[in-house]
């Protein structure tokens, strides 16, 4: 089956790779891991910043089902979204211990804390690498530490989709991943010079996350057939994997070990897979060595016409074309919308569930983590879907890119809105949440893909500026909630109208793309440059 390569130039491992899984399919994997990773880094923050730092936990009162009682909560499984309030689970048995001090009178809660606090690390004390004693620092700064990974994580996404025009997505990663493994690996150390470091140093690993997926999506462009292409972008669902697994792991590292071990232990993990990734990782079958003559053939022959090469540079990117290019900018409005989704679940959900309702929710992890296993699984049906109804040409690419739209877009906005009229009946609100964030799978096949179609020459800078401006949402949707809900003290019916606009914003931007979008490859694809053998194979 695989012939064609030089034993001597070889590796064996590469050899022995190549003998059972196809390169393409080692790649495909690499990029999940590769997003595994990214959320493995982007966790770490919500979820360690609780055994970090020494608070006072407080039941959620005063909400609409306060009175139907905690209980309920806790029978009731809590599928909210682990992104943005980890830390629930981390706090639950010292609310338990809170609770029982209160009932027998035990409980001194100091409110300003005492500096001389035994049980939180003294503010003179000496740097050590493990000691696992928490930081007496005010409650807002747990906030604007798990914030940070944002503040570089924007910027982050545009700059990757250059860096991989520049240095190619392998290099990209890799140098990216080193900074961001090294940097979270000295975290508890930047944590005891000053609070203010280590946010810095989650900014610095916010940009590093955000270089992954455009790099990612140049990837998918050089490696993918036509007709495996939306399995390839399933691949960069890695991240919700990575949720799922990142979840237990660092917490049940927080809960039995100390919490600086939650640091070190992911952050050396890290490092392993990067030896993996600069192994095995390349930027195109051309450049694969231990490719066979067959794959390498497959691949290049299905995509001609369509990819070349030769990487373009970014001087040779035709940018006035790019954004003023119609389907282009329809994809950007259906990407926007998609994220938009994403941030009002990851940011909204537990507000309303607790602040609205009054909800406690006590979250097991593999009970947090079951929306993001159903929007990878239905992720994976939807990517092999549309890779068989485009191999059959049933339909046409554009109409396959417009009609995934109302699985992703307009069904999950409808459950949305179911969301705010089921009242003090968590498990239905939370089966809503699941179905809604679990269609919203299909944007494997959408707003993830169309890019690729555009323009698989530059997918990676088209995902760059798209992921740029989508997650900018992100900084919209918690002054917004705060206007609308929550300086009133988050009234139901105040609620119902955030998830309103948030199912329209979501539906007005898949009307958008139904008008504008396209999945025609668009002329500005092709390089154009003076060298006259850059559009050639190598």
């Known amino acids: 089956m695989f012939r064609g390569y030089d034993e001597e130039r070889v590796p064996l491992i590469r050899r022995s790779v190549k003998r059972w899984i196809p390169s393409r399919v080692l790649i495909c994997l690499m990029m999940f891991t590769a997003c595994w990773t990214n959320y493995m880094c982007r966790l770490q923050m919500p979820i360690l910043a609780v055994p970090m730092i020494k608070a006072v936990a407080g039941n959620a009162s005063g909400g609409a089902c306060a009175q139907q009682g905690v209980s309920r909560a806790r029978r009731a499984l ?194 392993v897979w990067i030896a993996f990734w600069a192994l095995l990782a390349y930027d195109s079958p051309a450049e694969h060595p231990g490719i066979s003559d067959e794959e390498k053939e497959y691949i290049l022959t299905s995509q001609a016409g369509t990819v070349t090469a030769k990487k373009p540079s970014l001087k040779e990117t035709p940018l006035k074309a790019i954004f003023t290019s119609v389907p282009f900018i329809s994809l950007i409005f259906c990407h926007f919308g998609n994220i938009f989704l994403l941030f009002f679940y990851q940011n909204g959900m537990m507000l309303y569930l607790t602040k609205a309702l009054g909800f ?70 939370n089966v809503f949440l699941v179905l809604a964030l679990g269609f919203n799978g299909a944007a494997s096949i959408s707003n993830l893909s169309n890019n690729q179609d555009l323009s698989p020459n530059y997918a990676g800078f088209l995902y760059g500026v798209m992921n740029t401006i989508g997650c900018a949402s992100g900084i919209v949707i918690p002054p917004l909630v705060e206007e609308i809900a929550g300086k009133y003290g988050n009234p139901i019916e105040k609620w119902q109208i955030l998830f309103w606009i948030g199912a329209g914003v979501c539906i007005f931007c898949m009307i958008v793309f139904l008008v504008g979008g396209s999945g025609d490859i668009q002329p500005w694809n092709e390089v154009k440059s003076g060298d006259a053998e850059g559009g050639e194979r190598k």
């Open 78 to 271: 809590s599928l909210i979204d682990p992104g943005a309030f980890l830390e629930d689970f981390i706090l639950e048995e010292r609310l338990k211990k809170m609770e029982q001090e209160i009932v027998h009178g035990a409980a001194n809660i100091r409110l300003p804390r005492d500096a001389n606090d035994p049980d939180v690390r003294p503010a003179d004390a000496p740097i050590s690498l493990v000691n696992g004693l928490p930081f007496n620092w005010e409650p807002g700064i747990r906030g604007q530490l798990i914030a940070a990974y944002s503040y570089g994580n924007v910027p982050g996404n545009f700059l990757g989709g250059i860096m991989a025009l520049r240095w190619g997505p392998k290099k990209a990663i890799l140098w990216t991943s080193i900074v961001a493994a090294l940097v979270s690996l000295l975290s508890p150390i930047f944590a005891q010079i000053h609070w203010g470091v280590l946010l810095f140093s989650r900014i610095i690993i916010g940009f590093t996350g955000g270089v992954t997926f455009p790099a990612c999506h140049t990837l998918v462009a050089r490696w993918s057939p036509p007709h495996e292409k939306a399995r390839f972008v399933w691949s960069l669902l890695g991240g919700t994997f990575g949720t799922i697994f990142t979840y237990p792991m660092v917490a049940a590292i927080a809960e039995t070990l100390k919490w600086e071990n939650g640091w070190y232990i992911p952050s050396l993990l890290m490092l």
């Open 360 to 429: 406690h929710l006590t979250k097991g992890g593999v009970a947090a983590s079951f929306p993001w296993a159903g929007r990878m699984f239905f992720g994976f049906f939807f990517s092999w879907a549309g890779d068989t109804l485009k191999h059959k040409e049933i339909i046409s690419i554009t109409v396959l890119r417009k009609g995934a739209t109302v699985f992703s877009h307009f069904i999950p906005g409808i459950f949305l809105i179911l969301v705010g009229y089921v009242g003090c009946d968590l498990v239905l609100a």
